[in-house]
C-alpha cells in the first residue's frame, strides 16, 4: 500500500458527460501529480500540483481540468467526455516538487466512456 | 521534440540472471531527467529509479541500476539477480523542459519482462 488513495476505483459514464477524480496524497507530501494510460496513447504525464499550484503541464487536454486544494487532496475533472477518454488515471505524490523523487502511486482509477 | 524509444516490446529471462532492459531517447534540452516504472500484472505503478542529466554517477537502487550513456542518449535499466516477482510491464520516461517553460513527460511504449523459473 502506497498511502496514496484515489477514488472512484471504478467509473462508467456516457459521452458527453462530466466527472471528477479525487485523490489524496501520502501523507505531508505536497505534490501531485495525474497521469493517463490508455491502449490508444500509452502513458502519459497530465498535470503536476505542488502546495495547492500548478507546477508542471504535459498532454492535458483543455476538457480537462485539476486542482489542488489546501489539505493538499487534488481533483482531476473531465468534460464533454468523448469514447477516447476511456483509460486508466494514476494520482501519484512525493514530499516535494522535484522530479527525481520517488512517486508513490495510488491504484488508480478506471474510466469507462460509453 | 522529446521522444522516447524502447525497442524491446518482451523479454524472456531466466530466474537470477541479471537483465538488461534497453532505452534510448532524443532531446535538445541539455538538462533532462530520466525514469524508469515497473507495472504489474495487477495494474499498479511503482516508480523504479531517477537518473538527472548532470549527475556524474549512474543511480542504483537496490538490484536496480540505471546504465546512463549521455553521448550514445541511452538509460538502459539493469535488474541484477532477476526474481519471479520481477515479471512485470516496465516503461522508460524522460522529463525535459518545453519551449515554453513547461515541464514535460515522455514515456516509451514499455518492454513486457517475463521471468522464467
Known amino acids: 500500500d502506497s498511502g496514496v488513495t484515489q477514488t472512484p476505483k471504478h467509473l462508467i459514464t456516457a459521452t458527453g458527460q462530466r466527472v471528477t477524480l479525487r485523490c489524496s496524497p501520502r501523507s505531508g507530501d505536497l505534490s501531485v501529480y495525474w497521469y493517463q494510460q490508455s491502449l490508444d496513447q500509452g502513458l502519459q504525464f497530465l498535470i503536476q500540483y505542488y502546495n495547492g499550484e500548478e507546477r508542471a503541464k504535459g498532454n492535458i487536454l483543455e476538457r480537462f481540468s485539476a486542482q489542488q486544494f489546501p489539505d493538499l487532496h487534488s481533483e482531476l475533472n473531465l468534460s464533454s467526455l468523448e469514447l477516447g477518454d476511456s483509460a486508466l488515471y494514476f494520482c501519484a505524490s512525493s514530499s516535494l516538487a522535484l522530479w527525481g523523487e520517488t512517486q508513490y502511486f495510488g491504484p488508480g482509477t478506471r474510466l469507462l466512456v460509453l | 521534440a522529446q521522444k522516447i524509444t524502447q525497442t524491446q516490446p518482451g523479454m524472456f529471462v531466466q530466474e537470477k540472471e541479471a537483465v538488461t532492459l534497453d532505452c534510448t531517447y532524443d532531446t535538445s534540452d541539455p538538462s533532462y531527467g530520466l525514469f524508469w516504472y515497473k507495472q504489474p500484472s495487477s495494474g499498479e505503478m511503482i516508480f523504479l529509479i531517477y537518473?538527472?542529466?548532470?549527475?556524474?554517477q549512474n543511480a542504483t537502487e537496490g538490484r536496480y541500476s540505471l546504465n546512463f550513456q549521455k553521448a550514445r542518449k541511452s538509460a538502459n535499466l539493469v535488474i541484477s539477480a532477476s526474481q519471479l516477482g520481477d515479471s512485470a510491464m516496465y516503461f522508460c520516461?524522460?522529463?525535459?523542459?518545453?519551449?515554453?517553460?513547461?515541464?514535460?513527460?515522455?514515456f516509451g511504449t514499455g518492454t513486457r519482462l517475463t521471468i522464467i523459473p
Open positions: 537518473q538527472g542529466s548532470y549527475d556524474q
Open positions: 520516461a524522460m522529463r525535459a523542459t518545453t519551449n515554453f517553460g513547461n515541464e514535460k513527460l515522455t
